[in-house]
């Protein structure tokens, strides 16, 4: 007998974002059971849930304990599943809610942005022997000391995925507002076009240069190369197939696959710096143990031993970035500190690229064409990124869109 | 050295209904810690949270499944405890919330109404150890199982005075929007008087009778001797002491404690039914399955072997009762079932009654000067009871109140 195929459905807090909504999620999950799949769904809290919990702690507490924070934000997670298993269950057919800790997805302990260490998946197991249908609360973990943790940014969508990967499922469907990965923003790019599938190498680079899902999930995904399918849970169209590159070979033709902008962007300058060792690190260091990532990184030194140094960064993070540089600048000599934070980043992603030469010239000669100046470039051996001035980034976009061709599938 | 004393301080939905309520009650918990007091308080859910869940799960699945609803309503508490334990943060003293599952509390799986069976204390006393003042998310525990429940009516009391013996408390304060017990309705009796103590089995009686706490948490009071201090959170005003006996026979002279009426009665007959054993079983026992609680019993045999048996319920399962009964009454041959929605209970109560005769008479008498008709009458060691029109419920109030100098202190 043929193994009978398990689905993980993740629902995103805009498809359950009133009773309607989650009664029509209740019906996709029941129809994928009557297909025959077995489904686990995973669940974001409703609508705006969670934001209304953070201001609501702001105006109880100011800056409020991330611990007693994080056992806050949890309930969200708890009301939508409980509905969702409820409603699944005023359809006819067996389901049954489980928290975080009761699905045993087991985490670190840093409270807000805490890390799956582990799925114990006893139960679910045993509630799927059971022929129910099991709707797990996302975005939240339990500590080994039963503390409840969330899983921060891109939480409901990692649970899910994590999940997929320790019941083996055989993929994980990710369902949202958004119908798939197309190839720029169809808000910008009229032509945009929506893709069928794509790498995971290059949909982490699509996701951690503009695209609206968290690179986290696709990390995950990669790792335990669990297939995700992105879709909307407002529509019957098809999505995007997000899975290993095996059909790279037979479409190296088309090299680019996407051209994600980020508008989230500043720079900071130190100038004429005396260049010597541990300049370097003497910055980047007291940054990091913030939290706060640095993107590209340019050093020019120029021949009287002094030195320009830029960096970006995300432009919500400017203003703490920039009490942590001054002191240091100060220290290392630096004459002045300058930033910038009207800037943007362009992109343009694909797996064949590294092994094809001339991607790049093509992508600075179609923006120098069209008058827009390049700030900064970084490359990795699948994405080139500029950063241009946020006032011509949409204009970047659809330039470059149409210089490789991307509307045409 | 003398042990620091325990004090376990529970607040109402309408005491933490709101972020500045919120503040106010964590300002109180500091006040009492500095007061050199240990603090374990339980909250409510904040206003009228379990109501809106409750009228959502509806909206989403018609009768929600019970063990769904459970978890659902469990979130109330989570996020008036989160809220809590932040807000007292804030206020410079450590705190931490734990949810029911962490702060040991284990019940038995009747989802809705699920009993107490036993309270584990290690995370509450590590937690104090630390010098954190520990709020605990009332009215929800956990099964074996590890599923959440809820306790029912009265549940978040309940976790309070369970708590309170578990840790060997010094006293539970329960804070609400009334100040205390008193004589009577004060709504309803402008001459009502705040009593300063009252005993755990009067209390028991005029909850049971119309007082607005649950008789559960006194009953538990009760048995684990717990004294329960019942006061408002929005004044400093003194509330009621409910503790042992002890007062007692130093105030025999003021029998009458308090007149609790209760407008949510009905009565149904049978009329006429062939008077033979296994009757009243054939009747109480299929209503007792489906947890409808029978108050008043009276059965009237007359001399031709016919007999009326009338007998009380909650009026707000009336119609329910009304089916289960229909086919009984048919089975056992009653001529005729009638039932009346307009009926109400007053009742005088006071532990030193059974031992001094009159109450009784001095009671019917002064409701008969009144044109009060008694329609049925019941009684126990401490409490006569008296089943009125609902119309003059409120005069027959007044009237006792009067007949039994309640106002005179």
Do not use: W
Not at 99 to 106: K, V
Not at 110 to 128: F, L, Q
Not at 280 to 300: H, K, M, R, W, Y
Not at 346 to 367: C, D, E, K, N, T
């Amino acid at each position: 007998m043929r193994p009978m195929e398990l689905v993980v459905q993740k629902y995103g807090g805009s498809s359950v974002a009133n009773a309607d909504l989650i009664r029509n999620v209740a019906q996709r999950i029941c129809q994928t059971s009557k297909g025959g799949a077995q489904v686990v769904a995973v669940v974001s809290a409703m609508g705006d849930t969670t934001e209304d919990l953070i201001a609501l702690a702001k105006k109880v507490a100011g800056s409020p304990d991330v611990r007693e924070l994080d056992l806050l934000l949890s309930t969200g997670e708890l009301v939508s599943s409980t509905l969702l298993a409820m409603a699944i269950r005023s359809l006819g057919h067996e389901a049954i809610s489980l928290s975080g800790f009761q699905a045993g997805i087991r985490t670190d302990s840093r409270y807000g942005k805490a890390r799956i260490s582990a799925v114990e998946t006893e139960r679910i197991k045993e509630e799927m022997d059971k022929g129910r249908l099991v709707v797990v609360a996302g975005f939240q973990g339990i500590t080994e000391d039963m503390d409840v943790t969330t899983l921060g940014r891109g939480g409901s969508d990692t649970t899910a995925v994590a999940l997929a990967a320790a019941l083996e499922a055989q993929r994980c469907e990710i369902y949202t507002d958004v119908d798939g990965i197309y190839t720029a923003d169809p808000q910008v790019v009229p032509g945009a076009r929506k893709l069928e599938r794509i790498d995971y190498e290059e949909m982490l680079e699509l996701a951690s240069y503009g695209a609206k899902m968290h690179p986290r999930s696709i990390e995950l995904g990669s790792v335990y190369n669990v297939p995700i399918y992105v879709a909307s849970s407002f529509s019957e169209t098809s999505g995007t197939l997000i899975e290993k590159g095996i059909a790279s070979a037979m479409e190296q033709r088309v090299k680019v696959t996407g051209i994600p902008y980020d508008r989230n962007v500043a720079r900071i300058t130190l100038r004429r710096v005396p260049d010597h060792p541990g300049i370097a690190a003497a910055l980047f260091e007291p940054l990091s143990n913030e939290g706060i990532s640095v993107d590209t990184i340019v050093q020019n030194s120029g021949s009287d031993k002094l030195t320009d140094l830029s960096f970006t960064l995300a432009r919500t993070e400017l203003e703490r970035a920039l009490e942590i540089v001054a002191p240091v600048a100060e220290s290392v000599g630096a004459e002045e500190v300058t930033s910038d934070a009207t800037l943007s980043k362009v992109s343009i992603i694909g797996s064949g690229m590294q092994h094809a030469p001339g991607y790049a010239s093509r992508m600075f000669r179609a923006l120098a064409e069209n008058n827009i100046n390049i700030e900064m470039i970084t490359t990795s051996e699948i994405r080139i990124t500029c950063i241009v001035p946020e006032s011509v980034v949409h204009e970047a976009t659809r330039v470059l869109h149409d210089a490789f061709e991307l509307d045409q599938g």
